[in-house]
């Protein structure tokens, strides 16, 4: 069920996944600092720079000030391939940038390789430390029955309708021109995974493009 895509440009969307409030820590997981930037906004600012439009799923409160579309889940609980699902039921496109709103250090570079990448298959997807990387990957709209299949069975693993579609994986050498695959993929879930974010960057490292964090971002919850 290979990707065939139009032979004008692509329609690009990029569909951040902001579930998950992080209950571990002191605030929802996507407002969390890292290098003085909200994680969210990091993220938003990478899926902005690849993609025609950006939908967020998902009732985390997102920056007002940054161009999206937010809608709620249909699932809320049932994990991110529900919320993949809703997303893309919900814009129409021919390539879908899928990024989780916890994960700090994944660059525009980085997504437009991803992007690049994607001819021929249903999706391409990281694979690092013998691991994929669902949550940072491209994904053709071919891909949508095969997901609809995969929760219709019950099956909620993010990961599990790859088996029903073509995927190009990508190694860690490759990716690693864009930075440590390792912290690259990084997430935020606890405050362990937090405090080794932090340790990682400063707030010169942030991304040039991420729009400096607002009075009203430090003040969230």
Known sequence: ???????????????LLA????RRLDKAKGWCEVGGVPIVRRALAALAAVSDEIVAVGDAELPADMPLRQIADEAPGAGPLAAMLTGVQAASADLYVVLAWDMPFVTAELLQ???AACQGV???VPHVGGRDQPLCAVYAASCQPAIE????????K?????????VRRLAEDELARFGDPECLF?????PADLARAQS??????????????????????
Do not use: C, K, Y
Not at 1 to 15: F, K, S, T, Y
Not at 186 to 190: A, E, F, I, R
């Open 200 to 221: 990682l960057t400063t707030p010169a490292a942030a991304p040039p493009h991420a729009p400096r964090p607002t009075r009203a971002d430090r003040a969230r919850p």
């Open 19 to 22: 579930g998950g409030q992080g």
């Open 149 to 156: 299949r995969t929760l219709a069975e019950g099956v909620a």
């Open 186 to 190: 990084l997430n935020v879930n606890t």
């Open 122 to 124: 249903d999706a391409v």
């Open 1 to 15: 069920m290979a990707n065939r895509l139009r032979m004008d440009r692509p329609h690009i969307v990029g569909l």
């Open 113 to 115: 390789h991803l992007l």
């Open 158 to 166: 993010v990961g599990a309708f790859l088996e029903r579609v073509s």
